[in-house]
């Protein structure tokens, strides 16, 4: 029962922090809401018995994704000198390719049986992650180390400062 | 609880994502929205996984978490590189290649 409440609660919260991300006029305002949402995924992420996952989304999405975008706004808004409000075009096709995008998919969910209950989880999860990580995962997981690298250079590269 | 409210919940935002980043103009805006349709698809995995008990799905989240923070730190950049070039963020202002 409080895990329907809860999850009652997150969704209303991804979602309507989500809607807010798209349509609010000032960026700065979709920006946190944005980490509400992000936060609220972390609860989710909670209920689904994922708890070191849900520590790596606050790290890096709501600490990490939030930092940046804010820096980048900060920067952009000296450089023009105006405030960056945002404005949606195109309202009624957009929502007409969500809105259809969504059926199709509720459609398929209702077609299939999806499991009703959780098995058991092997063990201690976080310490399955870890092994399971090094051992079966570990060249993703060294691609993944050279893919960030070449990201950071690459982000530095962009932003360096004019000649 | 099954595993189909999960998976309606990660559609909604996945869908609300897809709508940002059709009807946005501004290009951080466009960027928000895809960080909504990859956490929807990340919200996916980790139900997934949790409902078949197998432990790939959620150690998948990790990477594309990851893979994610990567691509935000590079969309911004670049970005914070057409300001100075063109000093506009408006996508629809960004059409040096059409034809």
Known sequence: ?163 | MGLQPYLLLSATVFSIGLFGVMTRRNTIGILLGIELMMNAVNINLVAFSRYTAAVSGMIFTVFTICITVTEAALGLAIVILLFRVRRTVMADHLDLLKG
């Open chain 1, 1 to 163: 029962m409080t895990e329907q409440i809860a999850f009652a609660a997150l969704s209303v919260t991804l979602v309507g922090s989500a809607l807010a991300v798209v349509l609010s006029k000032n960026l700065f305002h979709a920006v946190l809401w944005l980490a509400l949402a992000l936060t609220g995924t972390a609860g989710v992420f909670l209920l689904l018995d994922a708890e070191f996952l849900a520590a790596v989304q606050l790290l890096l999405y709501a600490g990490g994704i939030i930092t940046i975008v804010v820096f980048a706004i900060v920067v952009t808004e000296r450089l023009i000198g105006e405030r960056l409000t945002q404005t949606n075009m195109r309202i009624g096709g957009g929502a007409l390719v969500s809105a259809v995008f969504l059926g199709f998919i509720v459609v398929v969910l209702g077609k299939h049986a999806l499991p009703a209950s959780r098995p058991e989880m092997p063990g201690d999860l976080t310490r399955v992650i870890g092994e399971t990580v090094l051992t079966r995962y570990v060249l993703p997981f060294e691609l993944l180390a050279v893919l960030m690298l070449a990201g950071m250079l690459g982000a530095i590269y962009f932003a360096r400062p004019e000649d």
